[in-house]
């Protein structure tokens, strides 16, 4: 298993290989400032990682790493659920449908008042956890530590993918890129068995973007939807 270790002294960001495949790996702890952005203060979806960067170096902090978190429209607007600082966007979506987000089970990404967790979408839709950030997307990766009931370990389709991934106790969470193109399966096993995740939940593929200058990653490309981004003060 490679663990990113958690701690004050721990790097935030690093790359992982595992089974040949190479992985840009950021962590977070509950407790620490971890927000999910979509619109600046004009009200237009951010769309990249520079606008966000700007607005929140004026307030005087700084992005310590961010990535894509979620689909989106094509006004950038969050296809499911999506909660910011304490306030519902966009409702939660139970149904199966078509691509990935309708892969069920799919799941939603909370970030807590001291704990982080991913949740399959149904269950949280029973029974919601008072999420200050939320953002749903889909399919599960990872659910109590078994792999998605579809992915197949066969499978041809490789593509570059990000998400998340959280540990039991909702403590540490892992925000993952892969670089190198990589199955669905083996995405989800990195989470399960390079991490130790027992939930993880898929962002998006092909679009996947990340900010993280620990690695001289400055995320340019496609605009993007929903981030979630580390942030602290200068």
């Known amino acids: 298993m490679l663990v990113l270790a958690a701690g004050p002294a721990a790097a935030t960001c690093a790359d992982m290989m595992f089974e040949g495949a190479q992985f840009a790996v950021c962590t977070a702890q509950a407790g620490e400032d971890l927000r999910l952005f979509l619109n600046g203060a004009d009200g237009q979806p951010y769309g990249g ?13 700084h992005l310590v790493f961010a990535m894509n978190a979620g689909m989106f429209q094509p006004d950038l607007s969050p296809v499911g659920l999506y909660i910011e600082n ?28 001291g704990v982080l967790a991913v949740v399959e979408s149904r269950t949280f839709a029973a029974a919601p956890l008072p999420c200050r950030y939320a953002s749903q997307s889909g399919p599960m990766l990872v659910i109590g530590g078994a792999l998605h009931p579809s992915f197949l370990a066969d499978s041809l389709s490789y593509k570059i993918r990000n998400g998340v991934g959280v540990r039991a106790d909702g403590a540490f969470a892992w925000f993952v890129l892969a670089d190198t193109p990589v199955t669905f399966d083996r995405f989800a096993r990195f989470f399960r068995d390079g991490l130790g995740a027992r939930d993880a939940l898929y962002f998006d593929g092909s679009i996947s973007r990340i900010y993280a200058p620990e690695l001289g990653r400055s995320g340019a490309g496609f605009a993007i939807g929903p981030i979630v981004g580390l942030v602290k003060g200068n």
């Open 49 to 61: 990682f520079a606008p966000l960067k700007g607005d929140l170096q004026a307030q005087g902090q």
């Open 86 to 113: 304490g306030v519902q966007r966009h409702r939660i979506v139970t149904r199966d449908g078509p691509g990935n987000f309708g892969l069920l089970p799919n799941g939603v990404f909370c970030i807590g008042d």
